[in-house]
């Protein structure tokens, strides 16, 4: 029987699981798709709970899962220091994985097949290329406000391409528009920030 997805996520973060690496992980859920990976990868920091500070590692193989939409690609490549690095589980809060199976269980009951060619075009895979490398990039930087509605828009855009629904793709679309815009904003900001204060204190001393 098929696993369904709340089954690959509780199988992913038990913390019980035997050890392994990035490598060994993907290897493990790679026969599920692009899709899955997205999901996995962005839904830890798609939540508003405290991070232990793996979104900037989690968006390494998101980012290249854009560039291999944008290459036409369906299957993940990582590199190898990256495949060799340990995956912790029990890093995860437990309650941190509950959220996301609750989560993964509502869009479930929402998402189903609609706009099926939409979803599959060529032209759309490259949006989200596009979209999941930006958004990759956001959550990389060790910023606050850049990591969880980047990543909850790819987690939308990767539920969509797994459900091949075209409705939540366009929700999933708009959602990283506005992750973005955000993460624009927050960054901007933080650096008049910062340039502000650099010149407060060379004209204090």
């Excluded at 939540?47 to 299957?75: D, M, N, Q, V």
């Excluded at 901007?188 to 001393?205: M, Q, V």
Aim: charged letters at 15%; a positive charge; one cysteine or more.
């Amino acid at each position: 029987m098929e696993q369904t997805l709340s089954d690959i996520i509780q199988r992913v973060f038990d913390p019980c699981r035997e050890r392994s690496t990035y490598g060994e992980l993907i290897d493990e859920i790679d026969h599920h798709g692009l899709a899955v990976i997205l999901i996995l990868f962005s839904l830890p920091s798609a939540l508003p709970l405290p991070a232990a500070g793996y979104s900037t590692l989690l968006s390494i193989p998101l980012f290249i899962i854009g560039i291999r939409f944008l290459c036409g690609y369906e299957k993940l490549w990582l590199p190898q220091k990256l495949r060799q690095k340990a995956f912790h589980p029990e890093q995860f809060n437990p309650k941190l994985i509950s959220t996301m199976l609750r989560l993964v269980h509502l869009v479930e009951r929402f998402s189903k097949p609609r706009l099926v060619g939409l979803v599959r075009s060529r032209g759309v895979r490259i949006l989200l290329g596009i979209l999941i490398c930006a958004m990759a990039f956001s959550m990389f930087l060790p910023i606050p406000g850049t990591n969880t509605a980047p990543a909850f828009g790819i987690f939308l855009l990767g539920f969509a391409l797994l459900e091949d629904d075209g409705l939540l793709l366009f929700i999933g679309i708009l959602s990283s528009l506005v992750a973005m815009s955000i993460s624009i904003t927050i960054i901007i900001f933080g650096y008049k920030g910062y340039l502000f204060l650099k010149r407060s204190i060379r004209e204090f001393f």
